[in-house]
């Protein structure tokens, strides 16, 4: 499998699980699972393409599904409380029991559990040892790691919204139910550390297939691959402190050849006559940053609805200049803790806003306004993950497990790209763990990383002391940041007894 041919599929449950039966005959008959294990074995995409085009092409929400979660935290304004996102932004209605935002992530990841377990459902045995796997067979282990990958990243999620930080109090609590086969019945809480432990097993299974199949992870950004894998791997250990396997992890993402941008590739700014400058490399594809994405095109596009509308205040989208106005920027405070030497600073407007011509109108852009996401139009590419992540997570897994040099000297790496004048740090202990907390929060912003972030900081939302803020809520951390299990769950699965906390 060189690549899988990526696009949306019409239903991400595609298929039924409840017999041991499924109908893919399109003449009405039916095949046994040994039937399509057989078919899988001569013609993989015959069977597996289906499931893994509507996983990946499900994909496509990815940064929309993040987006209203960095607004449950200090780091992104919303300069209007009038718009779609309002509720996430003052926390409203969010992590209840009955709460449709609650339920929504529940079934947005378990649905991705639910569809990698159908595809391995599907996955025939392949003998590994033997002398040369023919084509078709590593296109199969290719396949069982795709699934492996996106079981692992959704449980990874469910984890992290509905449990306590796995480091602060939430090893000891219930996790959610672990379903590693298709159409199994209901089940209780599994432990946390049996949940977690399910995550890494999946994610490190996945790296060692794509590695066996020989899979070229530098074929397509728009691809599923072992570099994407070892991410996902690297944040989810460091989440629950098997701090050397993410440190392994995320060495393995900075050393798969990716490059970090420069200035003119990372810094977008907005010209008094209204022109976008810069390279825009967070709404690319072709920069040399980005290990995954979303490639625009017409018939998959969400439209006015897309990530780059609700962030771009430049173009025609919601938060633009010219359409709603309706803004995104950076905490005063975070933006007052970015050095002048250092360029990422640029992609947010100064202390005194910006006045520009666009269109024969004069328009005043606020201070603190990101031109991080400027684009001249909402109809672009999105990037998913960038290997600047890796070095962060390394430096954050080095740093807890008491390797400072180590986490000094890959925080260098990083920081010293952004900020010629930076040097390398010093800190010690809490100190440098506070220094990458900061690092990850602006190398980051509006990627959708700051409410995971503050989970595994123990960081709660404190807005008060900030001027551009609209809201000025006030969370300490803990179990507020934990959202409780869907009732129509409780209500489908009588072996879920227990509930997290209001």
């Not at 033997?130 to 590593?138: A, F, M, R």
């Not at 005063?332 to 360029?343: A, E």
Request: net charge negative; with cysteine.
């Amino acid at each position: 499998m060189k690549r899988l041919l990526l696009y949306i599929a019409t239903a991400v449950l595609a298929f039924s699980s409840t017999s041991c039966e499924l109908d893919f005959d399109p003449q009405g008959g039916s095949y046994t699972e040994e039937m399509i294990q057989e078919i899988v074995k001569k013609d993989p995409d015959k069977i597996l393409a289906p499931y893994a085009q509507s996983l990946v092409g499900a994909m496509h929400g990815y940064q929309r599904w993040n987006f209203p979660m960095d607004l449950q935290g200090n780091d992104l304004v919303l300069y209007k409380t009038d718009n779609h996102y309002k509720n996430e932004y003052q926390f409203i209605n969010l992590r209840g029991a009955t709460d449709g935002f609650a339920a929504g992530k529940w079934s947005l990841y378990f649905s991705m559990v639910y569809e990698a377990n159908q595809i391995l459902a599907t996955i025939p045995k392949i003998d590994e040892n033997k002398e040369g796997l023919s084509k078709s067979e590593n296109a199969v282990l290719g396949y069982k790691a795709l699934a492996l990958t996106f079981r692992g990243m959704g449980y990874y999620y469910l984890m992290t919204l509905f449990q306590d930080d796995y480091m602060h109090g939430g090893k000891d609590k219930p996790g959610v139910p672990i379903y590693l086969i298709a159409g199994e019945a209901a089940k209780g809480r599994a432990a946390s550390t049996e949940v977690y432990q399910q995550i890494i097993t999946d994610l490190k299974e996945a790296v060692r297939l794509y590695e066996k199949c020989g899979y070229d992870p530098r074929a397509s950004v728009e691809d599923m691959d072992q570099t994407v894998s070892n991410l996902i791997l690297a944040r989810a250990a460091v989440t629950c402190g098997e701090y050397e396997t993410a440190i392994a992890a995320a060495k393995a993402v900075i050393d798969a050849g990716y490059e970090l941008m420069g200035e003119s590739e990372y810094v977008t700014t907005i010209s008094a006559n209204g022109e976008l400058q810069g390279g825009n490399g967070f709404q690319s594809l072709d920069q040399k940053e980005t290990i995954m994405g979303y490639r625009w095109s017409n018939s998959t596009s969400h439209g006015v609805d897309a990530f780059a509308s609700f962030m771009s205040c430049w173009g025609n989208g919601y938060a633009s200049a010219t359409g709603g106005a309706y803004y995104t920027g950076i905490d005063k405070r975070l933006y007052d803790q970015i050095p002048n030497s250092d360029y990422r600073k640029k992609n947010f407007v100064g202390k005194d806003g910006i006045k520009v011509t666009y269109d024969g109108k004069n328009i005043t852009i606020p201070a603190y306004v990101n031109t991080k996401f400027a684009v001249p139009s909402y109809q672009v590419d999105e990037v998913y993950f960038r290997v600047s992540e890796a070095y962060l997570l390394k430096a954050e897994a080095e740093a807890r497990s008491g390797n400072e040099a180590a986490a000094q000297e890959t925080l260098y790496n990083l920081i010293s790209k952004r900020d010629a004048s930076y040097k390398k740090s010093s800190k010690t202990g809490a100190a440098l763990l506070e220094e990458i907390f900061v690092q990850i929060r602006v190398e980051l912003w509006g990627e959708g990383h700051e409410y995971y972030t503050n989970k595994r900081f123990d960081e709660g939302v404190d807005r008060t002391g900030d001027t551009n803020h609209t809201d000025h809520s006030v969370h300490p951390a803990g179990k507020f940041f934990t959202y409780m299990i869907p009732i129509e769950e409780l209500q489908r699965n009588p072996h879920i007894n227990e509930n997290n906390p209001m």
